[in-house]
């Protein structure tokens, strides 16, 4: 279907047109045409009952108001790179949510995917293809990922918008499967996912999702390195707490890996069921409530904790107002790392002291300090990739002119989006050689087979060396915890998944 022009003068003109066809009738055809028009902008569509503002945008569009400085960064450069045959990738992800916290996620998200392009076209030596981007938004939860990924497979087939990947895929939901494997399998096109952590949705020698690179540990990498950092907890000293709502492969994973961790526990896993959309509370705090008597009575010195980040802050604000006067390890999933932009855990913070009070650790997907001047690490990232990423991020930030807007490093969601947007310029680049000005679609999925060893990619996240089926070998894990005196995720150490760092070459073994 073709959109609709949109803007005040033209549906001024659409007005006044059929007021003079049609008298006194025209105001109520427009009410009854126009203000039903499903269009927000050209490639963008209002669907479902929220009326969410759907779709695909060059930057031109921006479908929330904390989005709009960056967009026009974004739409500035795409503006730039016109005409001179550049690549495509499209960011997909969700961008709006009344959830705060959510919001400024998708914002540093797109912030990152950002710094990735102004970096390929600007200090990347000239090399060919520009990189162009466009900002694809699927809706809350990828509810509407069908149309926009008709969208996407379009642009990919077409010669002058030559869209070669789709990046980002940042929330590990049943839809989220769906839409990997329609671009990958069902369109061939290759998508690199950021923060996207589920065990179900890789491949493997299924190879259920051609095409598909992965740049983050998944969740049982993140439990092999919590396990080798926390190697002298106690399973019988511990509990689990977990979340088993259907259809969210996050807290499936999750809740394996932590039952795994607690193998030989006394106490069976405490369990509740968020409600459907889970930046939504409901009424678990009553729940949490009922659960912190019996965490209490029990032996439990560590609590894995298989939730999203609201239930979260749900259970850390009952299991802080306890009457038992014990200290508390609570580990959990990289999702956590939205409690530090979470307002309402402002208040909280106190809780999270020694004595008696409560220490939150989590495996990070990236952290500043991971690889900052103190790091001393020898292998597995890179202390140049971080500079330049932060570098990037001051130039994007003057004192005056326009800025991308706030932005920050510490939660690693801007570290993350920006090494899956530099994953896939990378593969794009790679086979751009010789003769070929711009890789075929087969061309760029092949490359993520030849993304390791000398050819890995320096991320700001550390090392990225994909195995055979895509996924990322041995990355390094920032194990953080939340720090009440900066209010900020404090980085602890590295823990690896392979209960050691890479060698010098990223090598991966032949039983890996």
């Known amino acids: ?16 047109a059929l007021a003079v066809a049609l008298g006194t009738g025209g105001y109520f055809v427009y009410t009854g045409v126009i203000r039903d028009d499903p269009s927000c902008a050209t490639g963008v569509e209002r ?35 016109a005409g001179k045959n550049p690549a495509t990738i499209a960011l997909m992800i969700p961008m709006t949510s009344d959830n705060a916290a959510e919001q400024r996620e998708f914002v540093e998200q797109v912030q990152g995917a950002y710094l990735a392009q102004y970096r390929a076209n600007h200090r990347a030596n000239g090399k060919q293809p520009p990189i162009r981007l466009l900002l694809a938004n699927p809706g809350r939860n990828y509810a509407y990922w069908r149309p926009v990924a008709d969208a996407l497979a ?64 998944s969740n049982t990498d993140q439990a092999k390195a919590l396990g080798s950092y926390g190697a002298d907890i106690k399973p019988a000293e511990t509990m689990v707490v977990e979340d088993i709502r259907e259809g969210d492969n996050y807290l499936t994973t999750l809740r394996e890996t932590f039952e795994k961790l607690a193998t030989g526990a006394p106490n069976a896993p405490e369990t509740f069921r968020s409600p459907q959309d889970f930046t939504e509370e409901g009424n678990l705090a009553n729940d949490f409530h009922q659960m912190v008597p019996d965490i209490c009575s029990s032996n439990a010195k560590t609590v894995y904790f298989a939730g999203r980040p609201v239930q979260l802050r749900q259970f850390l604000v009952e299991l802080g107002n306890r009457n038992c ?11 956590a790392s939205t409690l530090t932009v979470d307002e309402k855990f402002a208040d909280q913070w106190t809780a999270l002291t020694n004595g008696a009070g409560i220490t939150v650790r989590y495996a990070a997907l990236a952290h500043p300090d991971a690889w900052g001047e103190g790091s001393t690490e020898a292998t597995g990232g890179s202390k140049a990739a971080l500079r330049e990423l932060a570098s990037l991020l ?44 711009m890789p075929g679609l087969t061309d760029v999925r092949d490359s993520w087979l030849r993304l390791h060893g000398t050819n890995r990619v320096d991320g700001a996240s550390g090392w990225i060396c994909l195995d055979q089926y895509g996924n990322p070998h041995n990355k390094a894990v920032p194990i953080v915890h939340l ?27 032949s039983g890996s």
């Open 47 to 81: 669907r479902g009952p929220r009326q969410e503002c759907t779709g695909i945008t060059d930057g031109a569009y921006s479908f929330a108001k904390t989005l709009a400085p960056v967009f026009g960064r974004i739409k500035a450069e795409n503006d730039a790179v």
């Open 394 to 437: 001051h130039d994007a930030q003057p004192a005056s002119g326009p800025s991308i807007g706030p932005a920050s490093l510490s939660d690693g969601r801007v570290m993350i989006t920006y090494d899956s947007v530099t994953t896939a310029v990378a593969g794009i680049r790679n086979d751009t050689v010789g003769a070929v000005k």
């Open 483 to 509: 720090d009440p005196a900066t209010k900020t995720a404090a980085f602890d150490r590295i823990a690896w998944p392979a209960g050691h760092a890479p060698d010098g070459n990223c090598s991966i073994s």
């Open 1 to 16: 279907m073709k959109l609709l022009p949109d803007g005040p003068l033209y549906k001024a003109l659409v007005i006044a």
């Open 325 to 335: 006067d014990k200290h508390y390890t609570v580990i959990t999933g990289s999702h």
């Open 154 to 217: 379009k642009a990919a087939a077409s010669e002058k918008e030559n869209l070669r990947a789709v990046a980002g895929i940042n929330i590990s939901l049943k839809e989220t499967a769906e839409t990997v494997r329609y671009l990958t399998r069902d369109k061939g096109i290759p998508v690199v996912a950021g923060p996207m952590t589920a065990d179900d949705i890789k491949n493997g020698a299924d190879n259920a999702y051609p095409g598909l690179a992965r740049i983050a540990p």
